[in-house]
């Protein structure tokens, strides 16, 4: 029986991998002094591929400097002819330059040795001449070269996308192969960047929290849980940094920012990872319109810093617009208007049980008024959201650590941001009150008691820090993996550079 293409693959790799270890082992006996082998401590690099390109990238054909330059890079291309051998070579950022050695440059003992041990995927240094070929294409003409470190797989086809799972499993491939990998590493630093600039123009100070807990908090969300042996207690992993961003708030850093990981035990999807970065901000007299100014200005800044503009440019072509004034819509109103019935916060459980049901609105277990004047709106508006938008003032049961809102009894002054018809952050007018919160702490603690793994448990710390003293404040929290997606247009999978994978 014939061997199926994959089999085959294998046994190539497999084969591949013999070869070049034969040959490491060759270049540890022939060069075994300190700047050789097939893995030396460092090559007399003095220069870039893409310095050099930038200084000589105008160059005729046929031209020559009468520069010397030393480089190194990845083999990513090579063609070995009699008297005279080429390699591309290929940099960290994508970079290349074309090196050439030939008979009369470097002798025949030294070319027979590249011929024999230098294989795609290897990183080697060369120095020589910069010129221009005679087909116009920029290059170092060598005068000396070194393996710079011997790879013994070889690299998966350059000219053959990777497919996903393989770019997600595979990131350092993925990186080596493919333009878009290296350029979504370079808009996710440019945006924390940005990002941090802007938090540097409205005075606010970045910290760190911590994110093993003995208590969980600040969101519904459920927990992964260990074990610390120096304490002999059970620890959480933080699923929000929330409750002592606040804390810091009360201790008088009037407004804070964090950015960093979370980890929520929960499903895995084209826009949720159980761990993911996250941006949360607190700002001192200030509410949830003032802060979802400050988050439109975030954005838009990103936008600027990784596109030049805030429309930017997906990945399949689209462009999208998130420049200009954000529209700013009720959940109640607008959830009435779609679905033609008036929906309030007066509206009973059984009149919302039974619209969803005849809507064919899957009810959730635990359902409360506020899950299910959620379900709804995302069953009837959501779909229809395209621009940015602000969707303002949610049920009070589902966002227990929010103020109520200050005219609209039964709501409270909570937003979601809606870019590219996901979720991408959330804001709030910040319940300060310790009486009140310790109350809806009560009520969260009895759904967790009904079976609700979302539900928050009564913090004790936080809630004696509150009855110090948090003055009235704006607070939001937006994922940095989503805020890629929303300006790259590319799944969550891509925008995090080595995600959880089965």
Known sequence: MSDTPETAEVDDVFEQKAVRLAKRERLIEERSDAAGGAYPVSVPVTD??????????????????GVTVAVAGRVVFSRNTGKLCFATLQAGDGSRIQAMVSLAAVGEESLQAWKELVDLGDHVFVAGEVISSRRGELSIMVSEWQIAAKAILPLPNLYTELSEESRVRSRYLDL??????????????????????????HDFIEVETPMLQVQHGGASARPFVTHS???????YLRIAPELFLKRAVVGGIDRVFEINRNFRNEGADSTHSPEFAMLEAYQS???????ADLTQELVQNAARAVAGSTTVVWADGTEYDLGGEW???????SLSAASGRDITPETTLDVLVAFAEESGVEVPAHATHGKLVEELWEHFVKPGLTKPTFVMDFPVDTSPLVREHRSVAGVVEKWDLYVRGFELATGYSELVDPVIQRERFVEQAKLAARGDDEAMRIDEEFLRALEHGMPPTGGMGMGIDRLLMAITGLGIRETILFPLVK
């Open 176 to 201: 080596i192969a493919r333009d878009r990998a290296r350029e979504t590493v370079i808009a996710r630093a440019k945006v924390n960047a940005s990002l941090r600039a802007t938090f540097a123009g």
């Open 48 to 65: 870039t591929i893409p310095d050099v390109r930038a200084r000589f990238g105008e160059l005729e054909a046929g031209d020559e400097t």
């Open 285 to 291: 007299y200030s509410d949830y319109n003032g802060i």
């Open 327 to 333: 529209e700013r819509l009720s959940m109640y109103g």
């Open 229 to 235: 042996n120096a304490f002999d207690a059970e620890l």
